[in-house]
Structure formats: structure tokens, C-alpha cells
């Protein structure tokens, strides 16, 4: 029987769909069997072959919260990703704000080099950064890793704000100059509000990288301002086997973040395209 | 707005950015012309080239430079191909989709610690992982992915964290193509791959370029995979650059060595820059 242009199109249709499924569920899988396995005793996490039907428990997470000090390390993430975030954003608007509005011949050049020094490789300097946090005091403090997230994060924040902000009319800040705006006043009071998109993105973005940021969080902080990414590191050496109690580590550690993922992730692509999407 | 007050606005990110760029850099540079072991503080002075010669001759050195290349090579088309496909794959209008969408992003989010961790050893555990048991029932020897592979296990690990990342711009652009183009272009009798050549490619260009230089800068320092999986090992089968100094530098205690590593590092960070400026700088002309 012949099939018709309709009938093999949506064939193939069908097909996809299968596909895009079958293609989902892998790249899901690993964090699915991440979150399974911590409601599992330690037992059943390395049982050959592993079981899918078990009756869930919920001691490695009631472990993690006797042993370790979650809440803790979940706020020094926050107050570091949101902090760098924060910081990178109170230099970046000005800066990028004269830029996209004044530019001149260097302008580029600026941007171009700025965006290079994010490809200094952080291993290179890590020896002088980690000299200096020791000499003043500030290995294993929030203002350290804060300051450092702003400023590894300083040029790709700089690159979509720029971008963003040369997409505003110039009439409109013209026409403010005339009625006489300051300087200040036309940041906060126009350009601000005119690319929020970009800038809520473009933060979006910046907290979800500083978050998982694990060179500089695990060289320079343990204990003290230690973010979730060091809790982790810490259950790698020396628990051997206990898979679920890091699986639960794991868990809680990701949960934040992806969830904050899923619910920005339209916003985030904007920032991650330079606003070439919309 | 006159020129004093652009320069004054411009001035913090300038300057801070040229200060964290310029202190470590010059400081790195002269730890590397010491000699600055921190397990003998006694032993100082200056050795001129030393440090270099001893981090350019060590059996390490070209296996992680040519591991470092590979790396970011493999994940790399790894990544954009793959991210490519999926996003053709789910352009299209079917039930559930957004769950589809957000299983797709998911492991972006991850933390790379985390991921290196679940893939080590929930999947590449040659006794308890899946891999292993997945090999045992259909009758093959299971393999030792870590200490066989550890290299490609690595571009798995890392491939899995970015494509999704590909597949999130891939597919966030692909919704802003124009639909009367498409539909133009089927009632035109254009095949798939016409399309995909003709329309969508073009269409996505800006966004792979992104893609590219975004996902250039991470690999060429990539640590965290490295430190929590193989350790660099077998022997030097998956260390890098970034990784052989970190070993260097914390491992070894010899600062000067470790600097002398940093310098190569930036040499070489900067080769692949060029390149990338060249991209991104045609993008922003555009």
C-alpha cells in the first residue's frame, strides 16, 4: 500500500517525537538514579543488579543533616553566588552603560580584552591569589570568594550588558538629556528599567555558573565560608562506598540550582545569547 | 555626557579587571623565576629558566597539553552536533514538551563535582555500575571505564554537563526562525537537509559561535572533572594542562615550578584566544 505525503510525514513525525523521548530520558537518567539511589540504604545502592522497586528511606538525608552542617554551606553559597553576582552587576551597568552610549574607537577593544582575561587560565594564578588571601587573612571568608566570583564573572557580564544596552534607541536618552536627566538618573530611571530583561538574565546566568564554581570555592574556602560545592568534595575521599548518603549529599546540593534552572531557563538563554534571541 | 565622566564611569571594571589580570600575572611570573619550594623555605634565589625547563621536560608535560587540546576538541563537536540534532529533533509541537525541554537542560545545572561523582560511580564503577551490569547481561566483559578509558570517560562526563547547554540556546533560537520561511521553504518541495543547510544552519550561526566561545573558555581549564574521577590518572592518560599545575603547585609544593606551568598555560590560552577574538569580534561588528 502506497503511503500518502501525509500519512509518511507524520510517520516521521511520530518517529521524532520517540526520539526526542528516548533522547530526553538519557540525559536525564543519571540524575534520576542520582536522586533514587539516595532513598536507598547503603546496601541496596551497590546491589547487583540494581533495584528499581526498594522501599525508600529517608536516613542518609536525616544522617547528612546530624553529621554535617547543610544549611550552612547552603547559605555560604548563596551569600557568594548572590553576593559576586551583585558585585559584578554594581561595576558591569556603569561601565557598560558608557560604553554602548559613548563609545569610542576603543570601545571594542576594551570589551575584546576584557573577555580575553577570562581565558587566563584560573590554575595559572592560582599560587598569587592564594598568597595573597593568606597574607591579609582571607583564606576561607566570604569577602575572598565574593570578590573573586565578581571578577571571574566581570567580562561575559560586561559582553550581554553592552549588548543589551546598545539595543536601546538612542532618541530615548536623548530626549531625557533634554529634560535635563543626570547622569545617574538616566541609568536608574531609563536604561534600567528599558533593558531589565537583560539584566535579570544576564544575573540569571552569573548565579548559576558561580554557584557549581568548584576551583576556586574548593582552593580557597573549607569550613568557614565553604559553599555546597566543597560539602560535596568533602564526601568524595574518604567515604569509599557510601553512595547513598552521597547521593543524598548530591541531592541536596543540586536541588537549588536546578530548580532555579528550570524556572528561569527562558530568561537565561536570552543572557546566554548576547540578546540575540528573544 | 562628556568624555571625563564616560572614562569615570568605565573606570572600576577597567581597572579592577586589569588589576586582577596584572597582579597574579606578574607575581606568577616572578614566582617562576625563584626558586620557591614551600616544603624547603630555606632554598630561595633566582634561577632564571629552571623552573621552565623542569615543568617543559617532565614526561607529563606534552601528553597534558595535547590531552588539553583533545578535550575541548572532542566536547566540543561532541556538544554542537549533538546539541543540533536534539534541537531539530524537538522543534516540533508534541504533547509534554516542556518536560521533554527540561529533562533536556537538566544536567546543565548540575554541579561539575556532582556529575563527575554520579558518572564514576553509579555508571562507570566496573562492578556496580550501570555500565558494568548493562555489559553483564548482554554477555560482555564489562569494562573498566576510569582506568581503560580515562580520557574518553572524561569527555563523556563533561559532554553529558554541556550539550544540554547546546541543546538549551540550540533550541531557544530555533523557535525565533521564522515559520512562514519554513513553511515557504516546504511548500518549495526543499528536502531535510536543504532546510537544515539552508535555513536553520545559517539561522543558528551566531548562536554556535556562542556556544563555542562560551563552552571554549570552561574546557580549557577544566579541574573539577579531572580532580574528582581520575585524579589525572592512569599515569598521565588524562591530565591536562590546568590539572598537571594544580598537581604541581598543591601536590608538589614547588611554587615556582607550579608558576612556570601558569605562564604556559596562559601562552597557550592565549593561541586559542586569538581565534576566539576572531569570532566573537566578527559577532560583535555584526
Known sequence: ?278 | MNRTLTRLLQAPSVVLLLLWMLIPLSMTIYFSTIRYHLLYPERSGFVGFSNYEFFYTDPAFWPAILNTLILVGSVLIISVVLGLAVAVLIDRPFRFRGIARVMLISPFFIMPTVNALIWKNMMMNPIYGLFAVVANTIGVEPVDWLAQFPLLSIIIIVSWQWTPFAILIFMTSLQSLDQEQKEAALLDGAGFWARFFNLTLPHLARPIAIVLMIQMIFHLSIFAEIFVTTGGGPGTQSTNLAFLIFSQALQGFDVGVASAGGVFAIILANIVAIFLVRLIGKNLAA
Open chain 1, 1 to 278: 500500500m502506497q503511503m500518502t505525503d501525509k500519512q509518511r510525514e507524520r510517520l516521521i513525525n511520530h518517529i521524532a517525537v520517540a526520539a526526542a523521548w528516548i533522547v530526553a530520558a538519557l540525559f536525564f537518567f543519571p540524575i534520576f538514579w542520582m536522586v533514587l539511589t539516595s532513598f536507598k540504604t547503603e546496601l541496596e545502592a551497590i546491589a547487583v543488579p540494581p533495584t528499581l522497586f526498594f522501599e525508600p528511606t529517608l536516613e542518609n538525608y536525616t544522617l547528612i543533616e546530624e553529621r554535617t552542617d547543610y544549611f550552612r554551606f547552603a547559605l555560604n553559597s548563596v551569600i557568594t553566588s548572590f553576593g559576586g553576582t551583585l558585585l559584578a552587576m554594581l561595576i558591569a551597568i556603569p561601565s557598560a552603560y558608557a560604553m554602548a552610549f559613548n563609545p569610542t574607537r576603543r570601545t571594542k577593544d576594551i570589551l575584546l580584552w576584557m573577555l580575553s582575561t577570562k581565558m587566563l587560565p584560573a590554575v595559572g594564578v592560582l599560587m598569587p591569589i592564594y598568597l595573597i588571601c593568606q597574607r591579609l587573612g582571607l583564606l576561607d571568608t566570604h569577602i575572598a570568594l565574593i570578590f573573586i566570583f565578581a571578577m571571574i564573572n566581570l567580562p561575559i557580564i560586561m559582553m550581554i550588558l553592552f549588548n543589551y544596552f546598545r539595543e536601546i534607541p538612542k532618541e530615548i536618552i536623548e530626549a531625557s538629556r533634554m529634560d535635563g536627566a543626570t547622569t545617574f538618573g538616566e541609568i536608574t530611571q531609563i536604561v534600567m528599567p528599558l533593558a531589565w530583561g537583560g539584566i535579570a538574565s544576564t544575573a540569571l546566568l552569573s548565579i548559576v555558573l558561580l554557584w557549581n564554581e568548584a576551583f576556586w570555592s574548593i582552593n580557597l574556602t573549607s569550613s568557614d565560608a565553604g559553599t555546597l560545592v566543597v560539602l560535596v568534595a568533602s564526601f568524595t575521599a574518604p567515604e569509599g562506598l557510601f553512595w547513598a548518603k552521597l547521593s543524598a549529599v548530591s541531592t541536596l546540593a543540586c536541588a537549588p540550582i536546578v530548580v532555579f534552572g528550570w524556572l528561569t531557563q527562558k530568561q537565561l538563554v536570552q543572557g546566554l545569547t548576547f540578546g540575540a534571541v528573544k
